[in-house]
T-cell receptor, first 113, second 118 residues
Framework: KQEVTQIPAALSVPEGENLVLNCSFT??????LQWFRQDPGKGLTSLLL?????REQTSGRLNASLDKSSGRSTLYIAASQPGDSATYLC????????????FGIGTKLQVIP | GAGVSQSPRYKVAKRGQDVALRCDPI?????LFWYQQALGQGPEFLTY????????KSGLPSDRFFAERPEGSVSTLKIQRTQQEDSAVYLC????????????????FGPGTRLTVT
């Protein structure tokens, strides 16, 4: 059974810092990995999708990497802003069947002005 | 057009009542997913539809949970005889992809329905 772990569970940083969120998964047989953002009381907003054959994806100040063999992904946020404050979720789409997706618990990020 | 929509956004039910939660996916999206997100947790997979076919319902926690997508578009998640442990946010997502073994399309999520069972 796929398990997804995110570290740290919570993170508080001053505005302007660069930061890294970590995601690890136990079964490396995945199709893709997706990073989401969730604001309180809201649904999930997709940030980046990395296919299993890719090693990284970039969008603006966000960069996500994937090391499938070791079961790890990182989300790098450059020059953090207070508007980045949210919970960041990592999700893997498992292979070997239908499109079951397994989520981590998330990292709650607070960027202090 | 619009993204994934869900209704109602909030639902309060007394224990034992039946509830029905609706999901309108993005037009043309083949795949539809339901997730349950308890407070402070990540979403947990409930069930998956490809068009009108329910191909995976392994995540449904009990036989009180039932989902359908009769015409391959709108989906309804029904919970019978609600219990307090059913209190959670129920998220719906849709994806363009067709073939599970070749598809790598991303999922688009709705805002969720927050169910509170008293």
């Amino acid at each position: 059974k796929q398990e997804v772990t995110q570290i740290p569970a919570a993170l508080s940083v001053p505005e302007g810092e660069n930061l890294v969120l970590n995601c690890s998964f136990t079964d490396s047989a995945i199709y893709n990995l997706q990073w989401f953002r969730q604001d309180p009381g809201k649904g999930l907003t997709s940030l980046l999708l990395i296919q299993s054959s890719q090693r990284e994806q970039t969008s603006g100040r966000l960069n996500a990497s994937l090391d499938k063999s070791s079961g790890r992904s990182t989300l790098y946020i450059a020059a953090s802003q207070p508007g980045d404050s949210a919970t960041y979720l990592c999700a893997v789409r498992n292979s070997g069947g239908y499109q079951k997706v397994t989520f981590g618990i998330g990292t709650k990020l607070q960027v202090i002005p | 057009g619009a993204g994934v929509s869900q209704s109602p956004r909030y639902k309060v039910a007394k224990r034992g009542q039946d509830v029905a939660l609706r999901c309108d996916p993005i037009s043309g999206h083949v795949s539809l997913f339901w997730y349950q997100q308890a407070l402070g947790q990540g979403p947990e997979f409930l069930t998956y539809f490809q068009n009108e076919a329910q191909l995976d319902k392994s995540g449904l926690p009990s036989d009180r949970f039932f989902a359908e997508r009769p015409e391959g578009s709108v989906s309804t998640l029904k919970i019978q005889r609600t219990q307090q442990e059913d209190s959670a946010v129920y998220l719906c997502a849709s994806s363009l992809g067709r073939l599970a073994w070749a598809d790598s399309y991303e999922q688009y999520f709705g805002p969720g329905t927050r169910l509170t069972v008293t």
